[in-house]
């Protein structure tokens, strides 16, 4: 049958659909066309009259004892196909197991018919069953003791090791990530096994990372059919980080069911080795908190209009908390100062963007606050990006200026001065000037922007840029 089912590929879908429609009414179709879902061989959007002219006959010749078999492909269709025609062929095969279960049992056997029945069935009962080996090791089993312990190395390599002896891709990529790198190839391998080591979160996620073989980074945009589907699917178990810019926010149209996905696989328990929600909004953020406290250690907040910052609850839930990231759209940027001063005392890395100058926010903070990383931008017409750090003289003793934006040139050489306009003398003792290229921010890491030096053609404004530097800081 899979051999059967591989030929319906050879030519166009329209004619496949006439060969399905053509199939008698032999009970052996139902096995073809399982292996027809276990091996799709067409995805377009154009190729539904197919998917439903094979539905058409499933849902004709299974029987009850199908529906068990119907309903696992239902589960793996967004798997098989991670498009919206997976989603929507998991749901057919959902509604197909429903009906079929609901058909009344075959009336039963009599007469001549019954006795032969009870013939044949002693018969087969006198034979010895198929022996099984209960120490056989299945990847299924490796892959339960990852999920079971996800941050654990040693389950991730003995799976890694299983799969290598096989030949199996997936193997390699274990063994590359915990060994010697090579981006490329690792690239390579997660184009190939995403599918497989994602299930059903291929359908969801616009973009992961793969760490020691396995999602460890995953961001969520414009899937909002696929979110109420993957809330507790296993994969989520090894991903560190969560990262959206769909949560609905205050003052934007609310999409309530998008809302609810959202919450629910971030609430959900299978989020065992989650450490990093980034693009959360206020409103959510403090009800998960209110829930009970997570031990998440950076978390990026995504504001909508007029939403209330509950600073001091948040810390007090997140006593793990260290990188913290919020940029202000109104007018609380003096009351959030105050509130992060007072209760962030565990934070080693702040990002903020604010009204407020730079000259407003630093000695409050150096002062209250132990960081040893500040990410600030100011609202203004260059959004001019800072970054400092600790060096000799003490904690955010060193300015980096991200001298880059989108644009690909430097920031005019005024307008970073005037970025550092009213800085006490001697507050910064070191400068620096590195372009940065700001990225899709949709790929680009949240805290880790990589870094892009100026050709020679931008090397005179970015000494120019410089100098101005040195006459703001005295």
Not at 223 to 234: Q, R
Not at 397 to 419: D, F, H
Request: proline share 9%; hydrophobic share 45%; net charge negative.
């Amino acid at each position: 049958m899979p051999r059967l089912a591989a030929s319906f590929a050879a030519g166009s879908s329209k004619h496949a659909t006439e060969r399905i429609e053509a199939l008698g009414d032999d009970p052996r179709v139902v096995q073809l066309l399982f292996a027809l879902f276990d091996s799709p061989p067409y995805s377009a959007e154009t190729t539904r009259p197919f998917w439903r002219a094979a539905l058409a006959r499933l849902e004709a010749l299974a029987g009850p004892a199908d529906v068990p078999a119907i309903e696992a492909r239902s589960e793996q269709a967004m798997t098989r196909i991670p498009t919206a025609v997976g989603i929507w062929l998991g749901n057919q095969l959902g509604k197909v197991a429903k009906r079929v279960a609901e058909r009344p049992d075959p009336a039963p056997l009599d007469g001549d018919d019954a006795e032969a029945a009870d013939a044949l069935e002693a018969a087969l009962g006198g034979l010895p069953a198929a022996p099984g080996d209960a120490s056989v090791v299945t990847e299924a089993d490796l892959l339960a003791a990852v999920y079971a312990d996800p941050q654990a190395d040693g389950p991730r390599r003995i799976f890694g090791d299983f799969l290598l002896d096989r030949g199996d891709p997936w193997g390699e990529l274990v063994a590359l990530q915990y060994g010697a790198r090579d981006p490329a190839r690792e690239a390579a391998l997660v184009r190939d096994v995403g599918p497989r080591a994602l299930g059903p979160l291929a359908a969801a996620l616009n973009d992961v990372r793969f760490d020691r073989g396995f999602p460890d980074w995953a961001s969520v945009w414009r899937a909002k059919v696929a979110l109420p589907k993957v809330v507790g699917v296993e994969p989520w178990r090894t991903v560190r980080t969560f990262r959206t810019v769909m949560w609905p926010r205050q003052g934007y149209a609310l999409d309530r069911q998008a809302e609810k996905a959202l919450r629910a696989i971030v609430d959900h328990e299978v989020m065992t080795s989650l450490e990093a929600v980034v693009g959360i909004t206020p409103t959510a953020l403090t009800d998960l908190l209110a829930a009970r406290p997570r031990t998440w250690r950076h978390v990026a907040v995504r504001p909508g209009r007029d939403e209330a910052l509950d600073l001091p609850a948040w810390f007090a839930a997140l006593p793990a908390l260290r990188d913290f990231a919020l940029p202000l759209l109104d007018q609380q940027d003096d009351a959030v100062l105050a509130s992060l001063c007072a209760h962030g005392g565990d934070l080693r890395t702040l990002e903020v963007t604010t009204a407020l100058s730079l000259a407003a926010w630093l000695p409050a903070l150096r002062e209250a606050l132990s960081l040893e990383t500040l990410r600030f931008t100011q609202h203004n017409p260059h959004g001019i990006g800072m970054r400092l750090d600790a060096g000799p003289e003490g904690p955010l003793t060193v300015l980096t200026i991200e001298a880059m934006p989108a644009s690909g040139k430097p920031y005019p050489a005024k307008a970073v001065a005037g970025a550092l306009a009213g800085l006490p003398p001697g507050m910064v003792r070191e400068v620096r000037l590195t372009a940065v290229r700001l990225g899709d921010s949709f790929h680009a890491p949240d805290l880790d922007r990589p870094p892009l030096l100026p050709d020679d053609a931008q090397r005179a404004t970015v000494q120019r840029a410089v100098e101005a530097v040195g006459a703001a800081l005295g």
